[in-house]
């Protein structure tokens, strides 16, 4: 499990956000790309839990995020309970490519008994939509799922940065705005629009197993 990323400061407002989805859909290199604005081909899978900080801004208010990356293997499911506990925001997350990472969200929500499901951001988040040409789950089907509950929901690329600012700045962070705000304070009418400085990689030939 890694370090946190950044000093936590007791002052700053903290919300808990998770990472969900089966094995290789990408739940690390989204994680990366956010954290540091960086992809790798390499892929690692992650044991247990990888765990990371980062201070963001919405609408002038500074508030610490604390990102825990799950492993999708079979094997540490009985772990997300006790990892999703008091989470503020999930991120369920397939990859467009595999139909089963999309008809296995279900059982990552029923992992989810500890959670009032009421009070947590959901987004349905379809990664690698680099890859078009091997599409197995449309734009439709994903917006679908989210639309029947209530979830935001974004198509984007861990690999080009693609969608990244409308997940994240434009959708997430807005909704954060709106329902974690403190009783009383009116919202104002739009968040700061941090944009991502994100150059297209020339392309390298595919490896056989792409990052997790």
Known sequence: MSAPSQTINPE?????????GDQSVGKSCILNRFMNDT??????????????SKNVQIDGQDIHLLLYDTAGQEKFRSLIP???????IILLVYDISSKDSFDHLPEWLRDLSNVKLDEVIFALVG???DLEDKRAVSTEEGLKFAEENNYIFQE??????????ELFYKKLFEKIRLTFRPAGQQPTPEIKDIKFNIEQE????EKKRRCC
Request: aromatic residues 14%; charged residues 30%; hydrophobic residues 30%.
């Open 82 to 88: 006790m990892y999703t506990r008091d989470a503020n």
């Open 156 to 165: 984007i690329s861990a690999k080009t940065g693609d969608g990244f600012s």
């Open 39 to 52: 992809f790798t081909e390499e892929y690692q899978a992650t044991i247990g839990l990888d765990f990371q």
């Open 127 to 129: 990664n690698k939509n």
């Open 202 to 205: 020339e392309k390298k030939p």
């Open 12 to 20: 700053i407002p903290k919300y808990k956000l998770i990472f969900l």
